[in-house]
Every structure is written in structure tokens, then in C-alpha cells.
């Protein structure tokens, strides 16, 4: 069975950097048939995708258009997990933080995360 | 607001059906398919309804779904107690190149 375990801090400081992992059991982050994403989930947003990366022969990563200046995820082959930066954040940025597998639909979501950015 | 638009709430006795609708565009749910998620407060959301009105394993024959143009549904039949969750619609929008979800309805069962 697919497994997905986020890890990280709940408390960022305004104007520095959000970062999260999502350590995958039960299957590859290299794997052809899979794309690994990250959502987010806040009261006034809703439930916001931010962007996900996969592989298919290389790596490849796309990003929402709403956070594109500020995001990278990567994956860490070694460690089979997946993770999210986001730079810059704002008390905006406050949400509860998913990593999901997709590519067509999300069968498999982590326990969430939520962050607050506050100082 | 969400790209895709749900009634933010529904309601149903037990042993009801309840519809809850998910409007898009040309450009997501005009093109591609429909997935809906339900979530209980505090916990992840579930897969509950893929490509339409696939059921995954372990999901009911209770819930349905369907989709015409740019609006989807999903119909849940014999409503139970603990059907009361939130119900999220999501498709890919083929201009945003990402996906996109409704704001999400409140389903209480009175």
C-alpha cells in the first residue's frame, strides 16, 4: 500500500522560506507512472494546487501560475521522498500543506501540514 | 474564489439522495474529467469518484457521478450519518496547465 508521511515545521517567519518533505513508501518517486504534487488547503482559498514533478527519462516540475515565482519541488531519489519550497511567504501562505500522487487523480494524499507564517 | 463553483452547502434526511453539482468551464471540466474527493474536517481528503463516475475500491455503489458539457455531478443515494463530509469537485484546466478544484460543499444530514 501506498504511504505518504510529510515532515516539517508548522511556524515560518514573514519573507522566509516554507519548506516541507514527503517520504513515499510502497512505491518509486522515479516511477514512470506517477506524478508527485503538493496542495494546499485554506479557509479563504480553498483547496489550491501548487504543482507537482515526475519522471519520465528526466526530471520535469511545473508549478501553479499563483506561485511560480516563489516555489520549487523536487524529488530526492536517494531518499524516495518528495519536496516543497516555497520562498518569500506571507501570512497568505498560511494553510494546511498536502503532497498528493497523482497523475490522473489523487488515490494517495500525506497526513497534511499545516503552517502558519507568523512572526 | 475557486475556478470551479460548488454550492457551499446541501443538506438530506437518511435515506435521501442528494446531488451536488460542480460548474466549470471549456477550458477543465468541458475537456477533461471529473474527480471528487470527500474530506472529513481535521483529515486528508478521500478519493471518492475518478474519470466521472469511476467508484474506486471500497467506495460505495451508493455514490455516482456523472457529467454533461461543462458541469459535473455527484449523486449519493441512501444517505447515512456518516456521509456528512465536505465533497470537492477537481479537473485539469487545459489554459491554467493545472489543476483546479471547486470551493468545496458542506454536506449535513439532518
Known amino acids: 500500500q501506498i504511504q505518504l508521511q510529510q515532515s516539517g515545521p508548522g511556524l515560518v517567519k514573514p519573507s522566509q522560506t516554507l519548506s516541507l518533505t514527503c517520504a513515499i513508501s510502497g512505491d518509486s518517486v522515479s516511477s514512470t507512472s506517477a506524478t508527485w504534487n503538493w496542495i494546499r488547503q485554506s479557509p479563504s482559498r480553498g483547496l489550491e494546487w501548487l504543482g507537482r514533478t515526475y519522471y519520465r527519462s528526466k526530471w520535469y516540475s511545473y508549478y501553479a501560475v499563483s506561485v511560480k515565482s516563489r516555489i520549487s519541488i523536487k524529488a530526492d531519489t536517494s531518499k524516495n521522498q518528495v519536496s516543497l519550497q516555497l520562498n518569500s511567504v506571507t501570512p497568505e501562505d498560511t494553510a494546511v500543506y498536502f503532497c498528493?500522487?497523482?497523475?490522473?487523480?489523487?488515490?494517495?494524499w500525506g497526513q497534511g501540514t499545516l503552517v502558519t507564517v507568523s512572526s | 474564489q475557486s475556478v470551479l463553483t460548488q454550492p457551499p452547502s446541501a443538506s438530506g434526511t437518511p435515506g435521501q439522495r442528494v446531488t451536488i453539482s460542480c460548474s466549470g468551464s471549456?477550458?477543465?471540466?468541458?475537456?477533461?474529467?471529473v474527480n471528487w474527493y470527500q474530506q472529513v474536517p481535521g483529515t486528508a481528503p478521500r478519493l471518492l469518484m475518478y474519470?466521472?463516475?469511476q467508484r474506486p475500491s471500497g467506495v460505495p455503489d451508493r455514490f455516482s457521478g456523472s457529467k454533461s458539457g461543462a458541469s459535473a455531478s455527484l449523486a449519493i443515494s441512501g444517505l447515512q450519518s456518516d456521509d456528512e463530509a465536505h465533497y470537492h469537485c477537481?479537473?485539469?484546466?487545459?489554459?491554467?496547465?493545472?489543476?483546479?478544484f471547486g470551493g468545496g460543499t458542506k454536506l449535513t444530514v439532518l
Open positions: 477537481a479537473a485539469w484546466d487545459d489554459s491554467l496547465q493545472g489543476w483546479v
Open positions: 471549456s477550458s477543465n471540466v468541458g475537456s477533461n474529467t
Open positions: 498528493a500522487r497523482g497523475p490522473s487523480h489523487f488515490a494517495f
Open positions: 474519470s466521472n463516475n
